[in-house]
């Protein structure tokens, strides 16, 4: 199957500081990512579709100045959580469907614990 | 919008023994349901998948059924391993629109 990679695995930051996580698809070209959100022992929730080009999309309640964005390549596209606060700790996961394809591809994930 | 049902929460069975797990989903429209297992403190993983074209799809002890006229697919997993155990989504797709994710079974397989 295709490669979703994603970086950092695990990131433990300050309050009030902002973290970027990467997510590329290593073997194929996607011009469009998703990004989701996972709480402990509950299924995906998704956060964005990630456009290569424009702008994101951003599911109802999901804040789109906090958790900014950029798909600037068809094979990168990066979340930034800016100002983190405590109870933006949780699992970020990414994944591409390749063009014209309905399979998607998962990221390995990214811990996030604030402090 | 999609809604994607999925029992049951936990199941646990001895190795050896065959595990299913069921979901419902309810837009008549869906035609792609992906299964997905997800280790501890990893990314989901696609173990097998099934168009509304086809009724049944097998790979090795995989199987996952799919009943369009109830509204009803299933994961069969035979001759379970202790390497089995996870948390298994089932999911459901329809052109021009997103995943829609049941909420997950965590498999135990107790050597």
């Known amino acids: 199957g295709a490669v979703v990679s994603q970086h950092p695995s695990r990131v433990i930051c300050k309050s009030g500081t902002s973290v970027k996580i990467e997510c590329r698809s290593l073997d194929f070209q996607a011009t469009t990512m998703f990004w989701y959100r996972q709480f402990p022992k509950k299924s995906l929730m998704l956060m964005a579709t990630s456009n290569e080009g424009s702008k994101a999309t951003y599911e109802q309640g999901v804040e789109k100045d906090k958790f900014l964005i950029n798909h600037a390549s068809l094979t990168l596209s990066t979340l930034t959580v800016t100002s983190a606060h405590p109870e933006d700790s949780s699992f970020y996961i990414c994944?591409?469907?390749?063009?014209?394809?309905?399979?998607?591809?998962f990221g390995s994930g990214t811990q996030l614990s604030v402090l | 919008g999609e809604n994607v049902e999925q029992h049951p929460s936990t199941l646990s069975v001895q190795e050896g023994d065959s595990a299913v797990i069921k979901c419902t989903y309810s837009?008549?429209?869906?035609?792609?349901f992906p299964w997905y297992k997800q280790e501890l403190g990893k990314g989901p993983q696609l173990i097998i998948d099934i168009r509304s074209n086809v009724g049944e799809k097998k790979d090795q002890r995989i199987a996952v059924t799919l009943n369009k006229t109830a509204k009803h697919f299933s994961l069969h997993i035979t001759e379970t391993q202790p390497e089995d155990s996870a948390v298994y989504f089932c999911a459901a797709f329809r052109s021009r629109s997103t995943l829609t994710f049941g909420k997950g079974t965590m498999l135990l397989v107790s050597p």
């Open positions: 994944s591409a469907r390749p063009a014209a394809n309905e399979k998607l591809f």
């Open positions: 837009d008549s429209a869906s035609n792609y």
